[in-house]
Each structure stands twice: as structure tokens, then as C-alpha cells.
């Protein structure tokens, strides 16, 4: 019979302006916690592009690489060692590094993140680039990136409108001879692609025989995992060997620890954990201590404890729903404000909501318990 009766719902919305004031701030830790593990997430995904996008299954780095904003030049001889071994099919060299771009109607200079490679290899997916390959194989012609930031010029429209784009990296001029798209990160504002004969010419202080990564496809039904191992077994030592997935973590994992960019999100998202906890606590606290002569009345009339505790309890998940809805609602037009503003991939995943949604309802459950030690003074002999 009791259980009929929403006595939690009914407490909690006696006083209707502080239930309103409880889902806002739930609301905004609920809020914080998404905007700050989106932000750390866009981090990680917006740097591993270029890796998820390469056409091979196992990597050689420089062992004094720490990730693709330091990459470290290694000897590709190497890399064609690579090629006698079982297993194979083909290799690719990979040169990467960071050009003064020059707008030459601003005269602004920044950088800008160059990828060069042999053009006559399929080294990347991203599905401007088969479409611009003979581009790619002409004299100081460079592919752009059309979505890197705004402040390296209209390019784009440039480009699509059919005009001629000249354009400056380090000194050297280059034609934009088309358009891909990866995309900005926290370690580049922009990029460019070019084959490796014009990269050299760009960065006229590297020397060919010198790579920063390279590619090693294997032949068709080949075991991974047992061409890795025999690479690193039989490989110098002065190389690093990586499966693909392998990379990826080894640039995420730059960024999650040898940079204090994934501590301070991290450290955002523990703090909205921490506020809600506060305010759910206040609240909760508030309620019991506002209606303890109605929980001593219940319990000189039979209800024990467990009950008691029960209808906080369920206190607890009420404000965990209906404060979790709204954070979320505002979470999604803040990810489209950071998209627009900082051209990161910032979107909801269902496993953040799943997991913001569980860390919703631990505060509010966190913040219960500790408001159910309020209940103990609820004592029919004291109250009355």
C-alpha cells in the first residue's frame, strides 16, 4: 500500500523553487562532466586521424619519437629490411613536419602540419586523395586541407571558385592542385599533403634517405600478430615496430600522459562529479532535516529504517533522471558551439552518455548516504 504512495516525488517538489534549483545544478554538473570528457575524447580522436587513415598494418617509428607533432627522422633502410621479411607485400616511406605557412595576401605566418609520400602508393584512405593523385605527382603541387582553421585564408573558396591558389610553406611556393579534408587538432591548426620529391624541396634541411614513419602492409591472409613479433625479434633495435592499432595508442597515450591536457580534463570532469555531490547532498540534507518530525511520525507508526532510507534513496534517483535530461540538452548545443568555434570532432557518443548517466546517478547515491545519517535523528521519543 505505502509503496503506492510517490512520497519521495512528493517531498522533493513541496518546495517547488528549491527542486528547480537542485535539477540546475545537477543539471550543470551533469553539464560539466560531459563538456570536459567530449573535450578530452575530441583530443584523442582529432589526433589519431591521419593514423586511422593509413593504408598499412604494421609501423615503424624512430624509438625517439613521442608523438606526430615530435616526430624523430630514422634511416628507411630499415624500413626495405623490412620488405624481405615474411609476410610483406610492400612498404612506404612517410615524411612529416611543420612548415611557416605564409598568407600572401595578410602576410601572416603560422604553421602548418606537411605529409609527403610517394603518390604512386595508396598510403592514406581519406577520399579526396585517389581523386588528386596525378595533382600530387606535379612539381611543387601540395593538396590543402579544407578544414583547417579560417586564419589560413579562404583557400578553399579559392580553389573552388577555379582560381589559381599560390601559396608559400618555408620559403618555397607552392599550387594547390586540390582539396582533402582531416581535419585540426589540438597539435595542428592545418595540414597539407604533397608527394615526396616536393617535400623535400619545401624542407631543403632533410635529407631523403631520412623518414618519420613507415608503412609496412602485409599479404593478403598473413598473421599480424606473428609478422610483428618477428619484426621486432629480428629488426635493429634501432627502430620502433608497431601494429597499427599499436600507433594509435602510442599517440593517444602522448597526449592522455606526457601532456597536462587529458590531466586538467580529467580533473574538470572530477570536479562537476564533485559540485553535484555538494548540491545533491545540500538538498537531500535539507529535506530530511525540514520533514524529521514526519519521519519520526512514520517510524512511531511501524515504518522502519530500510523504508526510511528507501524513500531518500529514491529521492536521490528522482533528481539523478530529471537533472541528467537537461545537462545533457545543453551539453549538445555546446559541442555544436566547440565544433563551430574550434573545427575539433566534438560529438556525443553513447558510451559518454552511458557513462556520464552512471556517474549521475553514483553522485546523487554518494550524496544520499550521506544525508541518511540525518535520518538517525529521527527519533519518535525526541520529536515528541
Known sequence: MILKIPLPWLQLTYKK????????????????MFLQLGLRDALFDSAVRLHKSLECDIILLSPLSTASIAMQSFSQRYLYQALGFEGVES?????????????LKTRRARLIFVIGFNPTKAVSNLPDIPNNINQLKLEDVALFDRASRPEFGTIPDEYNQGERVIVEVSGHRLKIGGLFQLGTSF?????????????????????KGLIDVGLIKLKSGTNAQWVLANLRKNLDKGVKVLSKQGYIDFEKNYWNTSTAIGFIFDLGAMIGFTVGTVIVYQILYADVSDHLSEYATLKAIGYTN????????QESLILASLGYLPGMAISLALYAVVKNATLLPIAMSFSRAL???ALTVLMCLISGVIAMQKLRDADPVDIF
Open 306 to 313: 530500510h523504508y526510511l532510507l528507501g524513500v531518500v534513496f
Open 91 to 103: 612498404v612506404s616511406p612517410v615524411y612529416v613536419d611543420f612548415g611557416v605557412w605564409k598568407n
Open 355 to 357: 557513462l556520464v548517466l
Open 187 to 207: 597539435g595542428s591548426d592545418g595540414n597539407l599533403i604533397m608527394s615526396d620529391d616536393n617535400f623535400l624541396r619545401v624542407f631543403t634541411h632533410r635529407s
Open 17 to 32: 523553487m528549491r527542486f528547480l534549483v537542485a535539477l540546475m545544478g545537477i543539471g550543470f554538473a551533469v553539464m560539466l
